[in-house]
């Protein structure tokens, strides 16, 4: 997980994939409703392209990132819900150049950062390649969103290894969002990618075991689908409890979705 290149060109992947789910759609089908209550595809769309703008800007200018992160009243999701304004009357092909400009940027931005070099973000500063992880985390999320709500099935890669990776690295946010105290056992995780390749992290004599596919780990921790829904497994109290409530962001857990609601 520490080879910036190599998360940069599956992150530059990802978000072209996002793209392409939505580079051929008729004005009206950018208003079509996702999973996600209150957004539409384009909400989704716009919210990346501001989560992305805000990286570029952290890894290019840090200081005048930092400045607005001060200036920030109520958090990141009341920043988040102000900024989709600016993007609420756009056409479709006006909210689509900018979705590019910022990706391409933010890409370029967070390429250009030394790998040993900090970038300052919202609760403290993250090595690039971390940052580039939580911005696969969130195309995978949002990407979701869209996929569910256009009927598109998505043929996942080994891309995945960034997103579980860094959802282990943040396995106590699920915790936080919940007021809980996490607890001081380490996890194993025991995690099969798409090609079959087996994905571990943690100490292999840990009493508290996850296994299971990749992608349904991670929709589990983009809170994507109802763990009923998955394939997930877990040994030990504590790794059943957690994946009740895992999530690789920080903040409300939201409502998450339903068991049963995709039916898949």
Known sequence: MTDTTAVLADLTAEAAEVDALVAGLTEAEWETPTPAPGWRVREQIAHLTFILRIAGL???QPEVFVAMTKSLTGGLDVAVD???KEFEHDPAEVLLTKWRADRDTAIKALAAVPGDQLVPWLV???PPYV???AGMMELFGHGQDIADALGVRRVRTGRLRHLVGFAVRVRDFGY???QL???DTDFRFEITGPSGELWTFGPEDSPERITGGAEDFCLLVTRRRHRDDLGLRAEGA???RWLDIAQAYRGPAGDGR?????GD
Do not use: I, S, V, W
């Not at 339903?258 to 995709?262: K, P």
């Open 58 to 60: 952290a890894a290019a």
């Open 124 to 126: 403290r500063p993250l």
């Open 82 to 84: 102000a900024a989709l």
């Open 181 to 183: 105290t996490p607890p």
């Open 238 to 240: 504590l790794a059943d």
């Open 258 to 262: 339903r068991a049963g609601q995709f």
């Open 131 to 133: 940052l580039a992880c």
């Open 176 to 178: 936080e969002a919940h």
